[in-house]
């Protein structure tokens, strides 16, 4: 077994490393003058079971497209040098949420990335909290694996709430069914109730409205689940109207902490008691260095997708990990 990690995503190489009592595999990636680069295996992957890791999150230091195109052009060399398989790990997955047409002529991202993946022979892509499952697993062709990293918010949960009535509250209607599972689980490992609620939201042309609430926060201590933040305008407007409905404290929960432009008024947000992010994506741990009285928690996730390598690297079932009942 080979475990690669592409630049800008070693830290979270590292610790899935680690969590597999492995070391990470020695690769190159190379610029070259005019922009082109190339990125090769710098150890034999022949007849070896090859696991490449990297988050698909612009930054200021690398595009969307240049991490997405680097990590094809990788998983294409490693197989051109004999691999027996490939499989991607990426924790973000870019382009996920243009995953249907809502406007005339709109694109199908989600389904081209999906035949970008498969023409360079990947055999296998694991994600993390993709933002739809439904069309992330219909999009591809080659097996796919998706994580949650559900159970370690529930922890989160349970450790900030204290003795406080726990509501796990969706910003919105698309991400319902993400928060109604976030809060089975908490019953079910803890025992104890938590209540539900969500809050309207559509967005058309750049322009959010909506404004049905329901559920009860009086009093309660909220934690706002979704699958990722970018400006943060979602997730703040959510934060205010539970507090103007009496919640006790407010927390936001995501996998994915992107946090670009506009973040930073929900990062500065007297609002929120505390935010909880994991590290799939490098920036997030950054800004919590960058921001320490927004009390960020980063939860690592490193452990999770080790059990998941070592499982599928040995041919056992991983329904377990993921939730489901065999």
């Known amino acids: 077994m080979r475990i690669f990690a592409m630049h800008g995503s070693e ?14 595999a020695a690769h190159e990636e190379r610029e070259f003058t005019g922009g082109e680069h190339k990125a090769r295996p710098l150890v034999s992957v022949r007849g070896e079971a090859v696991y490449v890791i990297h988050s698909l999150n612009g930054t200021p230091a690398s595009s969307v497209n240049d991490k997405l195109c680097r990590l094809l052009f990788f998983i294409a060399a490693c197989r051109q040098n004999g691999a027996k398989h490939v499989t991607a790990i990426v924790p973000y997955l870019a382009y996920s949420r243009k ?3 809502t406007k005339a002529r709109d694109p199908v991202t989600t389904r081209y990335i999906a035949t970008l993946f498969e023409a360079v022979g990947t055999d296998r892509v694991i994600t ?13 062709r080659c097996e796919t694996v998706h994580l949650s990293a559900k159970r370690l918010f529930c922890r ?20 319902i069914k993400r928060a109604q599972l976030v809060r089975e689980l908490f019953e079910a490992e803890t025992g104890a109730s938590a209540g539900f609620g969500f809050m309207e939201k559509r967005r058309s042309r750049g322009k959010v409205s909506g404004d049905l609430f329901a559920g009860d926060v009086e009093g309660h201590a909220v934690f706002i689940v979704d699958d990722m933040i970018e400006s943060g305008g979602t997730m703040l407007r959510a934060a205010e109207a539970c507090r103007d409905r009496g919640a006790r404290s407010v927390h936001v929960i995501a996998t994915h902490g992107l946090l670009g432009p506009g973040s930073q008024n929900l990062l500065q947000s007297s609002l929120l008691t505390g935010i909880v992010l994991t590290d799939s994506v490098s920036c ?9 009285d927004a009390a960020i928690s980063i939860l ?8 998941a390598v070592r499982l599928l690297d040995a041919g ?6 993921l939730g489901m009942e065999d």
């Open 99 to 101: 995953d249907r047409q």
């Open 300 to 307: 690592p996730v490193g452990p999770l997708i080790a059990d």
């Open 316 to 321: 056992e079932p991983i329904s377990s990990l």
């Open 128 to 140: 993390l909290d993709v933002h739809n499952v439904a069309a992330f697993q219909n999009a591809f």
């Open 156 to 175: 989160a949960i349970g450790q900030a709430a204290g003795a406080s009535q726990v509501t796990v509250f969706s910003p919105d209607g698309g991400g």
């Open 11 to 24: 830290l979270l190489g590292k610790s899935v490393a680690n969590a597999s009592e492995a070391d990470l």
């Open 284 to 292: 997030a741990g950054e800004t919590a260095r960058a921001y320490p």
